[in-house]
């Protein structure tokens, strides 16, 4: 086993993205309102150009973790400030900036309540997100994951959809913060379980002590239960329906589109507990077959479109479960690019319904039905982005689900044919919901006389709609940033 550095920059790009971003929610706060918006949108392409010079500039020969910082912070506990990114984190830094500049411009006047507030949130939910994908130390892994809560339960709260926003709210912070003890926990136990070397909270000390600490079934048992309600995984997913219904589109969309849960599972809980992790594969497997199942058959009877989104959400979450728990190249690459693809698919399609909603009031089947006509551009965005959440060819959908599959009938024949099945299924949820919430003749006649997208509407969803064409036609330049990171996380675990 050959445990990865850390390469230190000469410059704290990643800090910078963290100053940016605090800078940001500052200045939001305290501004005029006609500029807040604009000093929102612009930190965000600020930090969107810089996590794009990141990557272009990583050097994906290395399997080494690139742009390191390392501070002392607690040095007392062996606790310090240290970021980095690898092949897997680096591409997570542009794409969810993408998603959080789409959200920003959906909803630039959509926002009439305490909009400063709204805005400032965002940009600190976007410091937790950098955070997280950058943090190599537990600790501070961890106070990154928990901020992660608080602006989330206030925009759901306060900026929700429904009537019960705030019961989604207060659902959403139960949960994560229920999830925020065994991880904490197991991080501690983790820290502590080699005496003589006193506690440490470093990743790549953690790294080299994992197969000698004693606690490590503890452990991993800690951190997936931590991991897995944020993922969510079955039967830990109950928040993520109620939010979907209730919470705003463009909030839900950064639950959806950004699966932390999930990193967090590859970055810390296989690679800090290897021997438990591949002890308990039948665990990921039987989980990962139940939630593709399970939210593909729920998805197929939902009536409404942020339901039936939630439980596609669930189903997704499940295959890249199996995917992970395959062990090998293919399957890790395969549940890497469909995590960024939840950013630019799942993302994109909570915007369009948010957009559907905002202008008929409801995202119910029943009170929707044949706006293609006047609607072109909405119908043809979402027809463009249903089809790659199903992994039509040509879309970054396809080259996710194909990677995965194969490497799940490799690995578990049975789990795989089981994923062949649920993509049928998933067609059939999907169209079904085109068939009957956007063709065919309207309903009401008040949906023939809804406005199409506007300018701004349209490049939010434009920019999301592009990556997924992109990376579809030509997904090689992804892929060559994963092979050096795959095979070095395989060879910490296998």
Known sequence: MITPA??????????????????GALLALISPLKWARWITISIQLIVLALSTF?????????????????????????????????????????????????????TWNAIRTLPKAYFALILIMQLSIVGIFTALDTILFFLFWELSVIPLFLLISF????????????????????????????????????????????????????????????????????????????????????????????????VAGLKIGVYGLI???????PNAAFDMKWLL??????????????????????RMLAFSSISHVGLVLLGIASLNP????????????????????????????QRTGSAEALSLGGIAGNMPVLVSLFFLLSMASIGVPGTSGFIAEFLLIVSVLKTYTG????????????????????????????????????????????????????????????????LNLLALSSGAWLSLVQ
């Not at 970055?267 to 507990?273: E, G, K, S």
């Open 330 to 357: 293919s399957g890790l690459q395969g549940a890497m690019l469909q995590l960024l693809n939840f950013s630019l698919i799942a993302g994109g399609l909570y915007l369009l319904v948010e957009f559907i909603h």
């Open 267 to 273: 970055r810390f809980a296989i690679p800090l507990a």
């Open 54 to 106: 990141l990557v272009l500039h990583f050097n994906s020969t290395l399997s080494d973790f690139q742009y390191g910082e390392r501070y002392n912070w607690i040095p007392s506990l062996n606790i310090h400030y240290q970021l980095g990114v690898d092949g897997f984190s680096v591409l997570f830094l542009p794409f969810s900036a993408l998603l959080f500049v789409a959200i920003v411009i959906s």
């Open 415 to 478: 789990a795989g044919l089981v994923a062949l099945f649920v993509v049928v299924l998933g067609a059939g949820y999907v169209l079904n919901s085109i068939r009957i919430t956007l063709l065919g003749p309207a309903h009401h006649s008040y949906l023939t006389r809804l406005p199409d997208l506007l300018p701004r509407e349209s490049v939010a969803i434009s920019l999301l709609v592009l990556g997924v064409l992109v990376f579809g036609f030509y997904p090689q330049g992804i």
């Open 285 to 306: 497997v039987g989980l990962g077959m139940l939630g593709l199942l399970y939210g593909a058959i729920t998805a197929l009877g939902q009536t409404n479109l942020r």
């Open 159 to 254: 900026w929700g959809a429904g009537a019960n926003r705030r019961y989604a709210g207060m659902k959403y912070a139960l949960f994560m913060l229920m999830g925020g003890i065994p991880l904490l926990l197991g991080f501690l136990i983790l820290g502590a379980s080699i005496p003589e070397l006193g506690f440490y909270s470093d990743y790549f000390i953690l790294l080299q002590n994992a197969y000698q600490q004693p606690y490590e079934l503890i452990v991993f048992a800690l951190l997936f239960l931590g991991f897995a309600i944020k993922m969510p995984v079955f039967p830990l997913h109950t928040w993520l329906p109620v939010i979907a219904q209730e919470g705003p589109a463009g909030i839900i969309a950064l």
């Open 6 to 23: 850390l390469i230190m920059s000469d410059f704290p790009w990643l800090s910078t993205l963290l100053i940016l971003l605090a800078l």
